[in-house]
């Protein structure tokens, strides 16, 4: 038998598959060059974009995807970063073997080989992102080469589930029968069913089907494995994604690496860079902007932590993040603050109140260097006076741990204020989706909305002298305590001559977190809460909806 000498079926195959490569490419919306470089085991080629004296940004595709499958995400990348798509070698694409049967078997020796490939390009250190099995080399990279690497962001890695190998068995089965259809139905199951996904990735999977990829089988990590991965993580996961579809598993992800943050998309599947574009972009590039600016800009914070005391220093805001285990959400709460602060360069302390967590909220926090108070009294405004109580800010501002601040909110802020018109306020908010039962949920809130006159809430804003003149919150309020501050906010306004305010242009991005957990319904199913939430002041339920929720 002749020796195989490609992973390409024939010619024919390899014109196919390049010339949707180069359909793809003939849609990148930035300007950019097609490069190659020598490594250990042959020409490895990647695509380059973006300000030359900028950032480094490595793009690893999933199996067969090519650097290609980056298009929808290129031009936000490139503002402000030096993105290199990369094509894996052994897999398809434009990078080549030297020989057939050498190519990285594991994942010490992907890690190698993308070292080479650093190396060559003169990256000391540099992001890497990676999605499904660029996922996996990504992590590798991490694990054997940490040192190359600033941060990394997952998009459906294989590796950490076992998941994938029910996907082996249905490749097996559509083996049997291989049509075009039978192909295309598979893959639109795999990656996702949207149109966008469709022309970006099934046309090309469906035509190197036959080819034979060069590349490493990606085990499953170890838990000792997983602890290795010391690097500022962003773990990608898609709720209909069939190749990472069990909790067990993210729990053990975000149990096992130590600087994890967790970001679950409900309705998304496994493509998620091209199927939810927008909001992976958004996400990773204040991911990334946290890693850059955290230590920078959040120097302010280091120099007494548990008081929160630096003389030297003038503070413009104090932002105040009650938080009861937090560790899946408070890092991305964390990043759209460093994300609004570059106006504000040594002026922001944020201060992380810690009530009774046992899990990596603490860990998180000091990472970002924020100030860090204790208090384990089983009550919000208790919690949230306590971090007024150390914060030498002129502005104080309240926002929780599992909601986001868009990158003007602060500027917004300080306008409304300098204009002496306002005596504080809160926000717009924005859900992050807004299912039937959450809507209709807010809809039979609407007594309390008339009982507190209206009033906006979500993140609460004011000059610290205000906050300490209505005393902070109500202590005796155990729900609605941040409505009830703002009716009162309000009131102590009008006797000083002032309007209560709602910043609109920015925005608060609202988690669904306990909708997630206990479904879209959850207050029909506790009416109780619904008349705890109208009188205000009821323990027990404050106990259940704020802590004991998550264990239903």
Same mark, same amino acid.
């Not at 990606?218 to 994604?241: A, W």
């Given at each position: 038998m002749a020796k195989i000498s490609s992973i390409y079926v024939n010619p024919e195959n390899r014109e196919k598959i390049l010339s949707i490569y180069d359909k793809h490419l003939s849609q990148w919306p930035v300007p950019y060059?097609?490069?190659?470089?020598? +490594?250990?085991?042959?020409? +490895?080629?990647?695509?380059?974009s973006g300000p030359k004296d900028a950032p480094p940004i490595v793009l690893m595709h999933g199996r067969g995807g090519t650097a290609t499958m980056w298009l929808p995400n290129v031009f936000a990348l490139s503002r402000d970063y030096r993105v290199y798509a990369i094509d894996t070698i052994g897999d398809f694409g434009k990078s080549e073997l030297d020989d057939i049967d050498n190519y990285p078997k594991n994942g010490q020796a992907c890690s190698d080989w993308l070292v080479d490939v650093f190396n060559e390009l003169g990256l000391n250190q540099a992001f890497v992102i990676g999605e499904s099995m660029g996922g996996w080399i990504t992590m590798n990279l991490s694990i054997y080469a940490p040192e190359r690497v600033k941060g990394i962001a997952l998009l459906a890695p294989v590796g950490i589930s076992s998941a994938v190998l029910g996907m082996v068995f249905r490749i097996l089965l559509v083996s049997f029968h291989p049509t075009e259809s039978n192909r295309k139905k598979f893959f639109r199951s795999y990656v996702g069913n949207s149109p966008l996904v469709s022309d970006t990735m099934v046309e090309l999977m469906t035509a190197n089907w036959d080819c034979r990829t060069k590349?490493?089988?990606?085990?499953? &990590?170890?838990?000792?494995?997983?602890?290795?991965?010391?690097?500022? +993580?962003?773990? &990608?996961?898609?709720?209909?994604?069939?190749t990472f579809n069990k909790q067990r598993d993210i729990d053990r992800a975000v149990k096992m690496i130590p600087n994890?943050?967790?970001?679950?998309m409900t309705e998304i599947g496994h493509a998620m860079s091209i199927e939810n574009a927008d909001f992976v972009n958004n996400r990773i590039l204040d991911f990334l902007k946290g890693i850059e600016w955290a230590r920078g800009k959040f120097q302010v914070m280091k120099s007494n932590q548990s008081a929160g005391t630096n003389l030297e220093r003038n503070v413009k805001f104090s932002i105040i993040i009650p938080a009861y285990n937090e560790e899946k959400f408070i890092g991305r709460c964390l990043d759209s603050i460093v994300a609004a602060s570059p106006p504000y360069p040594d002026q922001v302390e944020v201060i992380v109140v810690l009530n009774r967590c046992t899990d990596r909220s603490e860990e998180i926090a000091r990472s970002y260097n924020c100030v860090i108070v204790k208090e384990d009294r089983k009550n919000m405004s208790i919690i949230r006076n306590a971090g007024a109580k150390v914060s030498r800010g002129e502005i104080i501002a309240t926002i929780d741990a599992d909601s986001r601040m868009t990158d003007n909110m602060l500027t917004e802020i300080e306008e409304k204020l300098l204009t002496g018109m306002y005596i504080?306020?809160?926000?717009?908010?924005?859900f992050e989706r807004l299912p039937l039962g959450v809507l209709l949920q807010g809809l039979i809130l609407i007594p309390s909305i008339i009982k507190y006159k209206g009033v906006t809430a979500g993140i609460l804003w004011c000059y610290k002298k205000d906050f300490d003149a209505i005393n902070g919150f109500n202590e005796n309020q155990r729900m609605l305590e941040d409505v009830d501050f703002g009716l009162r906010l309000k009131n102590w306004g009008r006797k000083c001559g002032k309007k209560y305010g709602t910043i +609109?242009?920015?925005?608060?991005?609202?988690?669904?977190?306990?909708?997630?957990k206990c479904g879209n319904w959850i207050l029909f199913k506790h009416p109780k809460w619904l008349l705890a939430y109208l009188k205000g002041n009821v323990e027990k339920y404050a106990d259940e909806s704020f802590y004991d929720f998550d264990k239903r």
């Open positions: 060059e097609s490069l190659d470089v020598p +490594t250990r085991y042959g020409s +490895t080629h990647f695509i380059v590349s490493a089988w990606p085990s499953k &990590f170890s838990n000792d494995k997983l602890k290795q991965i010391k690097v500022p +993580t962003l773990l &990608f996961i898609g709720g209909k994604d069939p994890i943050q967790l970001e679950v504080g306020g809160g926000v717009k908010m924005k +609109t242009k920015a925005q608060m991005i609202v988690s669904l977190r306990k909708a997630d």
